[in-house]
C-alpha cells in the first residue's frame, strides 16, 4: 500500500488524461488510477509500467464510475465529445459526483468557455456548451473543483495544419485573422494539474487558462520557418468559406476559431498565470526545438 494520494484519472489513454496521469506518477507525490475502456492498449499498458493502476471503465455507466472511484483523493475529470456526443453533460455530471460523493478533496475539472450565449447563437460548439454546463452547475453548488481551459494544441501543426504546396514552401490556413492564438503543448498540462492538486483548495473555484504562448498567427508561422529552415506562410481564410472545405469537422473547427477570434478571452497574464504554476511550460518556438522530428513527413 502506499500513503500517497491516489487520483482518479479519466481519459487517461487520451492526450490530455495521459499527460496528466505521466505528470503526477513522475512527481512521486500522486497514485493514479487510470480508467480507460481498454486496459490492453499501449498507452494504457505503458501507464502500468510507470506505475498507474488501470481501471476498466466505461463512464456511461455509473455503477463502474462509482467503483472506480472508490477510495480516491481526487480526480481529473475529461470527456470526449467526438465520442459522448449528446451524452457528454450526462457522462461528465455522473463521473463528476462519483468523484465527489468518494470523498475527493479536489477536482479538476478540463472544460470550455461558454460558447452559445456568448455568441447569440451564431456559433454552434456543443463540445464547449456541455462541458461549460458542468462547470457552471459544480461552480453553483460550491464543489471543490479547480477548472481548466485547455487553448488549442501545438501538436496540430504537424498532424493536422501544415499542408506542403506546389514551391515547396508549407502552408497552413485558419478563419482568424491576426488576432492572437492561444496554443500550447498538451504534454505540459500535467504540469499545470500537479500543481493545482498541490495547491488543494487554494484554487478551489479558479478558472486556469492552460496556455504556453498567445501569438498572432503569423508569428506561428515565423516561427515555424525559422525552425523547419523552409517558408511556412499563414493564410487567413474567411469564416463561411472555412466552414466549407472538405476537411474533417471543417465547421466545428471553423466556429471554434471564429469563437476565439470573436471572443477572445485569453491575456498575456493568463500565460503567466500558467508558467507561474508549471515553470516547464514551453513556448511555440521552445516546442518546435524538440519537435522538429514531428515534421518529417512533410521535409
Known sequence: MTDRPLVLVTGATGAQGGSVARALLTSGRYAVRAITR????GPARELATLGAEVVACDLTDAGQAR?????????????DFWSLRDDEYR????AAEAVLTAGAETLVHSSLPEARRRSGGALSLPHHDGKARLEEDLRGRGAPVVTVHLSTYYENWPARRLRRQSDGSLCFSLPHGDTPLPAVCVADLGGVVTALLDAGAKVHGEVVKVVGDLLP????AALLTKALGVPVT????????????????????????EFTRRHPDVAPTDVDRARTLHPGMRTFGEWLETERGSFASLL
Not at 91 to 94: E, K
Open 38 to 41: 481498454d486496459p490492453a492498449s
Open 234 to 257: 499563414y493564410q487567413d481564410v474567411p469564416y463561411e468559406k472555412f466552414r466549407q472545405l472538405p476537411l474533417p469537422n471543417a465547421a466545428a473547427i471553423a466556429d471554434m476559431l
Open 67 to 79: 467503483r472506480a472511484a472508490k477510495g480516491v483523493r481526487a480526480g481529473f475529470l475529461v470527456t
Open 217 to 220: 498567427p503569423a508569428e506561428y
Open 91 to 94: 457522462v461528465a455530471r455522473t
